[in-house]
């Protein structure tokens, strides 16, 4: 059980134009420790409305595992290199799970 007045980890979702601009991303995100770890879901389907008409992309997805601290150098750090004008980059609290693995993301990132 995580101590709550500890920081906690935060997932954080990303949707990129393909593999090749998720594993930039990921790479970038890991290679500064602002990110412990990066999966990539390489094909999804996306629907949403963009500059006036609804969008029907395939896109992959990343998930990024970070500190709390993190987020927000993590969030211009992909606006800085992502190829979008505005990428999708939202976050989830964690609020549980294993502490290993919570303690494996904030001294990884």
């Given amino acids: 059980m995580m101590n709550s007045d500890e920081p906690g980890i935060k997932v954080v979702l990303c949707t990129t134009s393909g593999i090749a601009e998720a594993e930039k991303l990921a790479g970038s995100l890991v290679e500064a420790k602002l990110a412990a770890c990066c999966n990539i879901i390489p094909a999804i389907r996306s629907v949403y409305f963009w500059d006036g008409k609804v969008r029907n992309d395939e896109e992959a997805l990343l998930i ?36 290993e693995f919570i303690k494996w993301v904030k001294d990884n990132s």
């Fill in 64 to 99: 990024i595992k970070t500190a709390d601290e993190n987020l927000q150098e993590l969030t211009q750090k992909i606006k800085g290199i992502h190829s979008y004008d505005l990428p999708e980059i939202i976050s989830i609290s964690v609020d549980g799970g294993s502490a």
